[in-house]
């Protein structure tokens, strides 16, 4: 996959602040694979999120965001200069779904927030089902990271990062299995981190 300097000079832009104001500790780096195609799959309790994960990885992160974040000219610029792109919520985002699978396709890593909104608490455990059909349909590693929230400034801060969720199993992406999908997501993200 073509290497973005962007984003890559733009984390480096990040780390110091970062660790400054919200110090944090990674655990499990060591999961995230280091070629080949993955989706990372975090629960999400702040803005900063991504920025956690982009900082606990060399890897160029490819992440998706509601379209929303990208109707402001500059911000909507800024973004896809990351390269990040843009999902419709609420219904089937063909696009998306387009832009996910050749990002996988070319051995990129597609970042994912599955819950679909923040909850600075930490306190909400349901996953978009979208998620799982990417999952199923691409067949590469889903890697479960949990940033323990709420978030703090000026404390450790924690985001672990565990092994792949074996979905191997799961042969046809139909109603069971996407629930199947969901319950071991759900379980790699919280239950092992909780």
């Not at 984390?11 to 694979?33: D, K, M, Q, S, Y």
């Not at 990208?70 to 089937?92: E, I, Q, S, Y």
């Not at 059909?133 to 565990?162: D, K, Q, S, T």
């Amino acid at each position: 996959m073509k290497v973005n300097r962007w984003y890559y000079f733009f984390r480096a832009l990040v780390i110091p602040l970062l660790h400054l104001l919200f110090p944090f500790r990674v655990t499990g780096r060591e999961n995230i694979p280091a070629e080949g195609a993955a989706i990372l799959c975090s629960n999400h309790v702040c803005m900063l999120d991504p920025l956690f994960i982009a900082v606990a990885t060399r890897r160029y992160i490819r992440y998706i965001s509601k379209k929303e974040l990208f109707d402001n000219k500059f911000l909507g610029w800024f973004f896809r200069h990351l390269g990040m792109f843009p999902v419709a919520r609420g219904g089937t985002d063909m696009t998306a779904m387009r832009t996910m699978m050749a990002v996988l396709k070319e051995g990129g890593v597609l970042g994912i927030f599955p819950q679909g909104h923040r909850y600075r608490m930490d306190d909400n455990r349901t996953l978009e089902t979208g998620t799982a059909v990417i999952a199923l349909r691409a067949r590469v590693p889903v890697i479960p990271i949990h940033v323990r929230g709420p978030v703090r400034l000026f404390r450790m801060n924690e985001i672990h990062i565990g092994a792949p969720v074996p979905l191997d199993d799961l042969k046809r992406i139909d109603a069971p299995s996407l629930a199947e999908a969901d319950n071991r997501l759900i379980e790699a993200i919280w239950t092992k981190n909780a």
